[in-house]
């Protein structure tokens, strides 16, 4: 798709969809008024019949019937005034998408209004547009149109394009991929996505400049005694992967370590889970997904800091081989931990990869797994705990994630509850008691990086949308890709 940026006004901008952002009520803004009456006062008769009020989510459709060059006006509700912030513009630009895919429309237009700041809007818009166009129909019978658009205009009368207005087109458009790969990874079935294919799709999208992968199988894992994964791995028949990806560019600032989660399926083991909890566990693999599709993109989008990603990749299915509550894990830093419950394992192949990390004393290293329900429970399914051991990093990655529209909020690693990961026989236990599993689970990690700083974010919430959202249909979002790629871009 081509975004192009225009000075023009409305009434001369030949395209299918003219998308038309409207705060809550204020559907009798000058503007409003002013396309009205260019309408002949039809726009106006339409808004009082539907009771369009500029609610956000909500959209009113106009077809000019000639009076204007453009095709179809489309209001886009942006909500209450003093609540529209940067990632309203993402929802509107997603909304437009959204109404384009139903009127078959090839171009769209998107009225960049007065009370909204080009420098800081058109990246959302874009990315909107971009991210809601997403499809896996891959496994319908009956094939569904292909909703890539032909171009987005954003527009308004005397709008300059600046730098900054540039290189938010180019991040929006470069990012759109990594994150359609990272939803396609989780969304495929697990039967498809075992260690295996994540390894081999690993080599096949991370390619090009400065971009590097190795996957090492079982017997390397072995040599490499990482415990925790070989432990987590016994009780499947697919081999286990560790993935390892490296970025270097010729210039290099800083040194970045990502850690992602990589249970292509999560039945918790012989700790069966409840077949309900069990029906999107496809999804376990969300956080080493978003560390490809991430890392992917970063030929293109070039930072200046060397990245090297680690995504340690089994099934946790039962079988006679599986391992069992009560057995314990010894890792290569020496540390052990009794396993009481199998299900309890994203911790387990985490600190294989955080202590491999760390041994490389990077300037950061943050993870992202879907670690732990009690997260949902706390944070529901639209924000990710984070956690750190370093303030000003933690503060970095909410504002990337502001930005990006992936929500962060801390929690805190509370040294008080290491009482509750106490294990009666070795250093710790693989599970707290009935409160704060968020909190507990991050702690444990904690014993894996040293005094490296770091971030943890549990993205088990936003990773998987239940039930299509704004930006997203059903199914893997591709969260934590936005958010790191704006932060390996401003770190
Ligand atoms: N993968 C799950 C966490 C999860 C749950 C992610 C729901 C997304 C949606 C994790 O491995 C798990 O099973 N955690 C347990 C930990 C418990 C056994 C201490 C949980 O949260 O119940
Ligand atoms: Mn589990
Ligand atoms: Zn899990």
Redesign the pocket.
């Known amino acids: 798709m081509e975004i192009k940026f225009r000075d023009i006004s409305p009434e001369k901008i030949s395209t299918d969809l003219l998308a038309f952002p409207v705060r809550e009520k204020e559907t009798g803004e000058p503007l409003v008024r002013r396309l009205d009456r260019l309408l002949q006062g039809r726009l106006s008769e339409q808004i009082k019949k539907s009771n369009f009020t500029g609610a956000e989510g909500s959209t009113l459709r106009h077809s000019t019937a000639g009076t204007l060059p453009a095709a179809h006006v489309l209001l886009v509700g942006m909500g209450k005034a003093n609540e529209v912030e940067l990632d309203s513009w993402r929802k509107a630009g997603a909304q437009a998408e959204k109404e384009a895919a139903r009127i078959g429309a090839q171009e769209v237009a998107f009225f960049i209004a007065p009370y909204g700041e080009p420098e800081s809007t058109v990246g959302p818009v874009a990315e909107g547009v971009l991210l809601a166009s997403y499809q896996f129909n891959k496994y319908r019978s009956e094939s569904k149109p292909s909703r890539a658009l032909r171009s987005l205009t954003l527009f308004r009368p005397g709008l300059r394009t600046s730098p900054v207005m540039d290189r938010s087109r180019r991040l929006a458009l470069g990012l759109t991929p990594g994150v359609f790969l990272a939803r396609d990874l989780v969304n495929e079935p697990p039967s498809v996505t075992t260690a295996r294919y994540l390894g081999e799709q690993a080599k096949r999208s991370c390619r090009g400049q400065g971009l590097s992968v190795e996957v090492w199988g079982k017997k390397k894992i072995q040599a490499m005694n990482l415990a925790g994964l070989l432990a987590v791995n016994r009780g499947s028949v697919e081999e286990p992967r560790f993935i390892i990806i490296r970025y270097k560019p010729a210039k290099t600032r800083k040194r970045v370590a990502l850690v992602g989660?990589g249970?292509t399926f999560?039945s918790?083991g012989l700790?069966l889970?409840p077949a309900k909890?069990m029906e999107?566990?496809k999804?376990?693999m969300a956080g080493g997904a978003a560390i490809i599709g991430a890392m992917s993109r970063l030929p293109e989008l070039r930072p200046e800091i060397a990245v090297t990603g680690y995504i340690p990749t089994t099934d946790?299915v039962p079988s006679g081989s599986a391992q069992k509550p009560g057995d314990v894990i010894r890792y290569l830093n020496g540390k052990t931990i009794e396993v009481l419950?199998t299900?309890?394992?994203?911790r387990l192949i985490l600190a294989d990869g955080l202590a491999l990390a760390a041994k490389e004393k990077p300037d950061c290293i943050i993870d992202l797994a879907?670690?732990?329900?009690?997260?949902?429970v706390a944070l529901g399914n639209e924000v990710a705990g984070i956690f750190g051991n370093q303030q000003p990093l933690v503060d970095h990655l909410i504002r990337c994630g502001r930005e990006a529209g992936e929500k962060l909020w801390q929690l805190p690693l509370v040294k008080e509850y290491r009482e509750e990961i106490k294990s009666s026989m070795a250093d710790m236990k693989?599970?707290?008691g009935s409160y704060g599993?968020a909190i507990?689970?991050a702690l444990i990690l904690q014993e894996f990086v040293g005094d490296a700083p770091w971030a943890h974010l549990d993205i088990?919430?936003p990773?998987?949308a239940e039930k299509e959202i704004t930006t997203c249909p059903k199914g893997g979002t591709g969260f934590g890709v936005r958010t790191l790629l704006k932060f390996l871009s401003s770190y």
């Open positions: 989660k249970i999560d918790g700790s889970k909890s999107t566990m999804l376990d946790n419950n299900d309890a394992e994203g879907t670690l732990t329900g009690a997260c949902m693989n599970i707290g599993g507990t689970a088990a919430g990773a998987f």
